[in-house]
């Protein structure tokens, strides 16, 4: 049996070693389209706070690890895949042929049609080299303007603070973490950071950058500002461009089953560009987290390897660090029409709470500085617990999480136990 895997990150290096460890005999090629060692894109901002070095971001450390595995490393940007003829094309013509097929392509970064985006000085921050080139200009007292303070945004954000910069951020929406946090929390999120000496512009656009010495930037609200180094963070989206015209049927993502097939036999996906069903949601959704990756990319391998394993859920847990303040992003944090929410809020402290429901269940929540009720959100979202009073007592105060898993997830369990 040949696999071949598309994308060497997190999900590509699990999903190989997954399949060497049950199927010792067959033959895999994982294939990455850098010539680096299979890295994390998520220890980017450690490399640029200075608290890794570049080995530090690879994802195996010993140098002959995949030789070790039998698991050949294939350096090639994937242009389609022939799902009747079994095969992959790269860009530089090779055919790789395979009966089995995982695409963990991953994201790409969304480059904004901004005038200008394209000079020198502009960069994302998405791979080693694009990291290179930010740490090669980040000079102390450089001045630099970042787009976007979105999830991944506000992880550079923190590595960049780290360099003793003057530094601007630029959100379009109305506030920081805009598809993580709702108002309240991405409000005092905005207010940590501009506490801790970051300039912060919510609903503004870059409208312009202009080659000067050093760049100029013009903004929606009116300033310009002179920049040694924009950072563009605006976003990423699920990299399924080389099955466009195949027969691999794509959503917002690549449409999965629940052991990570794709409609056509024999080829899998996961991580950031697969897409699968949420039973919180009731629809399928990208959950573009590495942990989501993780388990996503061990079901594949295992279904690849011929076992049987399937994927229950969708993770939808985001754990930020901006600048110290912890926050955190559960489920369907927006709440759900016709739902109730419970909010508070202590500004002095930088500590909120928010907590959705439906009906008498827990949906989601926001939270900031609050991680000592983290497991007990996860399990009362993600097992759908019916809390019935206890959903108005926590309406009252949802400082009574511990009182209410107890009492309303053993009730639960007993009931089951009972009509089981």
């Given at each position: 049996?040949?696999?071949?895997?598309?994308?060497?990150?997190?999900a590509?290096?699990?999903?190989?070693?997954?399949?060497?460890?049950?199927?010792?005999?067959?033959?895999?090629?994982?294939?990455?389209?850098?010539?680096?060692?299979?890295?994390?894109r998520?220890?980017?901002?450690?490399l640029?706070?200075?608290?890794?070095?570049?080995?530090?971001?690879?994802?195996?450390k010993?140098k002959n690890?995949?030789?070790l595995?039998?698991?050949?490393?294939c350096?090639?940007?994937?242009?389609?895949?022939?799902?009747?003829?079994r095969?992959?094309?790269?860009?530089d013509g090779?055919?790789?042929?395979f009966?089995?097929l995982?695409?963990?392509?991953?994201s790409?970064?969304v480059?904004?049609?901004?005038?200008?985006?394209?000079?020198?000085g502009?960069?994302?921050?998405?791979?080693?080299?694009?990291?290179r080139?930010?740490?090669?200009?980040?000079?102390?007292?450089?001045?630099?303007?970042?787009?976007g303070?979105?999830f991944?945004?506000?992880i550079?954000?923190?590595?960049?603070a780290?360099?003793?910069?003057?530094?601007?951020?630029?959100?379009?929406?109305?506030?920081?973490?805009?598809?993580?946090?709702?108002?309240g929390?991405?409000?005092?999120?905005?207010?940590?950071?501009?506490?801790?000496?970051?300039?912060?512009?919510?609903?503004?656009?870059?409208?312009?950058i202009?080659?000067?010495?050093?760049?100029?930037?013009?903004?929606?609200n009116?300033?310009?500002?002179?920049?040694?180094l924009?950072?563009?963070?605006?976003?990423?989206?699920?990299?399924?461009?080389?099955?466009?015209?195949?027969?691999?049927?794509?959503?917002?993502?690549?449409l999965t089953?629940?052991?990570?097939?794709?409609?056509?036999?024999?080829i899998f996906?996961?991580?950031?560009?697969?897409?699968?069903?949420?039973?919180?949601?009731?629809?399928?959704?990208?959950?573009?987290?590495?942990?989501?990756?993780?388990?996503q990319?061990?079901?594949?391998?295992m279904?690849?390897a011929?076992?049987?394993?399937?994927?229950?859920?969708?993770?939808?847990?985001?754990?930020?660090d901006?600048?110290?303040?912890?926050s955190?992003?559960?489920?369907?944090w927006?709440g759900?029409?016709?739902?109730?929410?419970?909010?508070l809020?202590?500004?002095?402290?930088?500590?909120?709470?928010?907590?959705?429901?439906?009906?008498?269940?827990?949906v989601?929540s926001?939270?900031?500085g609050?991680?000592?009720?983290?497991?007990?959100?996860?399990?009362?979202?993600?097992?759908?617990?019916?809390?019935?009073?206890?959903?108005?007592?926590?309406?009252?105060?949802?400082?009574l999480?511990?009182?209410a898993y107890?009492?309303?997830?053993?009730?639960?369990?007993?009931?089951?136990?009972?009509?089981?």
């Amino acid at each position: 049996m040949r696999h071949v895997i598309l994308g060497n990150g997190p999900a590509g290096v699990i999903a190989a070693e997954t399949i060497r460890k049950h199927a010792p005999g067959d033959d895999i090629v994982l294939v990455g389209d850098e010539s680096e060692p299979p890295y994390s894109r998520m220890a980017i901002p450690y490399l640029l706070m200075g608290d890794v070095g570049e080995e530090g971001t690879h994802l195996r450390k010993g140098k002959n690890h995949f030789a070790l595995q039998r698991i050949e490393l294939c350096i090639g940007r994937a242009k389609s895949v022939d799902t009747v003829g079994r095969t992959v094309q790269l860009d530089d013509g090779t055919l790789l042929q395979f009966d089995r097929l995982l695409i963990a392509t991953g994201s790409i970064p969304v480059r904004p049609p901004i005038p200008g985006i394209d000079l020198p000085g502009v960069s994302s921050c998405w791979t080693l080299a694009d990291a290179r080139e930010i740490i090669a200009r980040l000079k102390p007292g450089a001045r630099v303007l970042q787009m976007g303070a979105g999830f991944i945004g506000c992880i550079i954000l923190e590595a960049i603070a780290a360099r003793d910069v003057q530094l601007t951020v630029v959100e379009m929406g109305d506030r920081m973490v805009p598809r993580m946090m709702g108002e309240g929390a991405g409000g005092m999120i905005k207010r940590w950071v501009e506490k801790k000496g970051v300039t912060v512009y919510t609903s503004t656009r870059v409208e312009a950058i202009e080659r000067a010495a050093p760049l100029a930037v013009r903004l929606s609200n009116g300033k310009h500002l002179p920049v040694d180094l924009v950072i563009s963070a605006t976003g990423v989206r699920p990299n399924i461009g080389l099955l466009e015209g195949s027969e691999i049927t794509c959503l917002q993502g690549i449409l999965t089953d629940d052991r990570m097939q794709t409609n056509v036999q024999g080829i899998f996906a996961a991580g950031d560009c697969a897409e699968a069903f949420d039973t919180i949601t009731g629809k399928t959704i990208v959950s573009a987290i590495q942990p989501n990756a993780a388990d996503q990319a061990y079901c594949a391998g295992m279904n690849m390897a011929g076992k049987h394993a399937r994927q229950r859920d969708v993770t939808q847990i985001n754990v930020l660090d901006t600048l110290g303040l912890i926050s955190t992003s559960f489920g369907q944090w927006q709440g759900v029409p016709g739902g109730q929410h419970a909010e508070l809020t202590d500004e002095a402290n930088f500590r909120y709470v928010r907590l959705e429901f439906d009906g008498d269940m827990l949906v989601g929540s926001n939270a900031i500085g609050h991680i000592e009720h983290v497991g007990l959100v996860r399990g009362l979202i993600q097992s759908r617990v019916r809390l019935g009073p206890w959903k108005d007592r926590l309406l009252r105060d949802p400082f009574l999480l511990p009182e209410a898993y107890l009492a309303s997830a053993q009730a639960q369990q007993a009931w089951g136990l009972r009509f089981a």
